[in-house]
Nanobody, 123 residues
Framework: QVQLVESGGRSVQAGESLRLSCARS?????????MAWFRQGSGKAREQVAA???????SISGTVKGRFTISQNADKDILYLQMNSLKPEDGAMYYC????????????????WGNGTLVSISS
C-alpha cells in the first residue's frame, strides 16, 4: 500500500523560508516512480510546483523558480520542498504525489497523492 505523508506546513512571515517533507512508503513494489509537489490555494486551481524525475532531474514551476528546490534524502524515502523568500501568494495546501506509470512527472498524470500540509504566509 502506497502512503504519502506531508509535513512541515505552518504559518510564516513573508520573506521567510520553510521546508516541507513528504514521507513515502510502498513505492518500492513498483519498478520505478517519480515524485512531484503540487499546491492549491483558496479558490485557485491546483498547480504543479516542482517535479523530481526517475533519472534524478528536476523541474521547477516558473512562478517559484529561483526560490523553491525539490530534493530527496539518500534513502529516497523522504521528498523535500525547500521554499525560500516566501510570498503571500505562496500560501496554499501543498501536496506531494507519485507517478508509477511510465512518463514524466512534469507532465502530471500522478497515481498517488498525500493529504497535504497547509502553508500560510502573512505579509
Amino acid at each position: 500500500q502506497v502512503q504519502l505523508v506531508e509535513s512541515g506546513g505552518r504559518s510564516v512571515q513573508a520573506g521567510e523560508s520553510l521546508r516541507l517533507s513528504c514521507a513515502r512508503s510502498g513505492l518500492s513494489s513498483f519498478r520505478s516512480h517519480c515524485m512531484a509537489w503540487f499546491r492549491q490555494g483558496s479558490g485557485k486551481a491546483r498547480e504543479q510546483v516542482a517535479a523530481l524525475e526517475r533519472d534524478g532531474s528536476s523541474s521547477i514551476s516558473g512562478t517559484v523558480k529561483g526560490r523553491f528546490t525539490i530534493s530527496q534524502n539518500a534513502d529516497k524515502d523522504i521528498l523535500y520542498l525547500q521554499m525560500n523568500s516566501l510570498k503571500p501568494e505562496d500560501g496554499a495546501m501543498y501536496y506531494c504525489a507519485a507517478r508509477v506509470n511510465p512518463g514524466f512527472c512534469a507532465y502530471g498524470g500522478m497515481d498517488y497523492w498525500g493529504n497535504g500540509t497547509l502553508v500560510s504566509i502573512s505579509s
